[in-house]
């Protein structure tokens, strides 16, 4: 996961929630104005074309991604349309918002706890440090093992290792621990967003090497 910072909303969506104060997501089943995909183009700027979960890119293809609430809408109607409550997830099977289906997490994506309390290895593998991370891993299906998600931790395993190559270093060969500014300058480069989009999975991977150089220094 990659911490999102909400911003207001879509011009869209302020105007339709002043004339119809009342109305909830659901709601918007005809949707004329076209507020859901309103509300689904601001979230993917707002997550850099990342999914708020797994942070695999969306936003390439027509139905790769969705408004997501983080609080069901079936149980929480009252926020189904409060944009702090809505993100951008992929639609992949099995993981995301497939799998939370109606279930609530403990740890969401507007949090800067779900950056402290999963830890993402260079295998691809998840730490889920907390109980509360290990429910929220759980719900999402966002792979601590092989077994519950191997394609998504083959993904980023991939993603990891890419990166690693493009910038000369052996994953057998940990970063110089003395070298905090070799890590920054890799931070940085993976915090590039050109045209408002990040690399995919860019997050974990930052995660993953500060992770692996903190694990040096033990
Ligand atoms: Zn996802």
Not at 74 to 100: E, F, H, R, V, W
Request: charged share 30%; glycine share 4%.
């Amino acid at each position: 996961m990659q911490q999102i910072i909400k911003t207001s909303g879509p011009v869209k969506l302020i105007e339709y929630k002043r004339y119809h104060p009342t109305y909830r997501y659901d709601d918007l089943e005809d949707d004329p104005e076209q507020i859901r995909l309103a509300i689904r183009q601001h979230c993917l700027e707002e997550q850099s074309y990342l999914c708020a979960y797994c942070c695999r890119a969306i936003g390439v293809k027509d139905r790769d991604c969705m408004n997501e609430h983080i609080q069901p809408r079936q149980k929480y109607p009252q926020y189904s349309l409060d944009m702090n409550n809505i993100i951008a997830s992929c639609t992949t099977k099995g993981c995301c918002d497939d799998a939370k289906d109606n279930d609530e997490i403990a740890i969401t994506p507007l949090s800067e706890r779900c950056e402290n309390e999963l830890k993402f290895n260079l295998s691809g593998t998840i730490k889920a440090i907390t109980p509360d991370a290990q429910q929220t891993v759980q719900v999402l299906k966002l792979g601590d093992s092989l077994q519950q998600n191997q394609k998504l931790v083959d993904m980023r395993k991939q993603a990891i290792a890419s990166f690693l190559f493009t910038q000369n270093i052996e994953p057998n060969d940990p970063i110089d621990i003395e070298d905090d500014e070799l890590l920054k300058l890799l931070i940085e480069e993976l915090k590039d967003a050109p045209h408002g989009k990040l690399t995919p999975f860019a997050p974990v991977i930052i995660n993953a090497l500060k992770t692996w150089v903190e694990g040096n220094k033990v």
